[in-house]
């Protein structure tokens, strides 16, 4: 259920965002439902850039870096379920064995999330580094939005 909360959440700000900069409108928050983590970080990669925003680095290194980004908050969100889903195990318990073992439980449980975490935005850091283009700038305004300025 979070999961689509989450998604939600992030295909309404991704509405929100693409109805002042983008003509395709209801794709990518369509995209961002289904896809949540994976395709947020393209959008913001390429959508258009309004007047005095700039993005360096190239598409890819955007790509990793905010991907980065959003993989922490959707992490985050799992690791509050988790603690969720494991405080109301443990109101349950009842003998001193299962609260012990509600809490070795709990703690490789969000010791594997944190390492899940760690492993991942290390390897996206590190090949957007490799694929991070130092001299490529984008100024905006870009796209169709430089067209609306200009007439």
């Known amino acids: 259920m979070w999961y689509l909360i989450l998604s939600a959440v992030f295909a309404l700000w991704v509405l929100v965002d693409a109805r002042g900069r983008m003509n395709n409108v209801l794709g990518w928050p369509i995209a961002t439902f289904l896809l949540g983590p994976l395709m947020l970080p393209v959008y913001v990669a390429k959508r258009n ?3 005095g925003e700039v993005r360096e680095g190239g598409t890819a290194w955007n790509i990793m870096k905010n991907f980065a980004l959003f993989w922490t ?3 985050v ?5 988790g603690i969720i889903g494991v405080s109301d195990i ?6 001193s ?13 969000l010791g594997m ?4 975490w760690l492993l991942v935005i290390i390897a996206a850091l590190v090949l957007g580094l490799f694929l991070k283009k130092s001299t490529m700038v984008e100024k905006g305004p870009t796209g169709p939005l430089a067209k609306q300025t200009s007439s």
Request: glycine share 14%; charged share 5%; hydrophobic share 55%.
């Open 49 to 51: 850039l309004k007047g």
């Open 73 to 75: 908050v959707f992490m």
């Open 77 to 81: 969100v799992v690791g509050i379920q």
């Open 90 to 95: 443990a109101q349950q318990s009842t003998t």
């Open 97 to 109: 064995a299962e609260q012990t073992g509600v809490a070795i439980g709990a703690t490789l449980g």
């Open 113 to 116: 999330i944190f390492f899940l």
